[in-house]
């Protein structure tokens, strides 16, 4: 069992930027990929980013591609998201999740343990 807890989300005026960390405890972190993804009210979860556990494989989506950096720290079971320029539309609850398996997938229901998410609200 992975328990994930992510931190560091907040109110950002348009532009700005936020670092989101997400802290994996229980057995050891996983031997596979972490993602992000997010949800905004009345809309479905969405993906954002994710990498493989070495960091050689490494997807975002087209909307934050270029703004967003996501990166892990395996000595440290941390995950980070990395968010720059932010929109307001990025506002939304940002979750990591982990997968067992190993390869690197953008689809919510492929990740196995999810974390409880943190607010992003961005101002305009």
């Known amino acids: 069992q992975v328990q994930l807890v992510e931190s560091g989300g907040g109110l950002v005026q348009a532009g700005g930027s936020l670092r989101l960390s997400c802290r994996a405890s229980?057995?050891?972190?996983?031997?596979?990929?972490m993602g992000w993804f997010r949800q905004a009210p009345g809309q479905e979860r969405e993906f954002v980013a994710a990498?493989?556990?070495?960091?050689?494989?490494?997807i975002y989506a087209d909307s934050v591609k270029g703004r967003f950096t996501i990166s892990r720290d395996n000595a440290k079971n941390t995950v980070y998201l990395q968010m720059n320029s932010l929109k307001p539309e990025d506002s939304a609850v940002y979750y990591c999740?982990?997968?067992?398996?190993?390869?690197?997938?953008?689809?919510?229901?492929?990740?196995?343990?999810w974390g409880q998410g943190t607010q992003v609200t961005v101002s305009s």
């Open positions: 990498n493989s556990r070495t960091g050689g494989s490494t």
């Open positions: 229980g057995r050891t972190f996983s031997n596979g990929p």
């Open positions: 999740a982990a997968r067992s398996l190993r390869l690197v997938t953008t689809t919510p229901n492929d990740y196995d343990y």
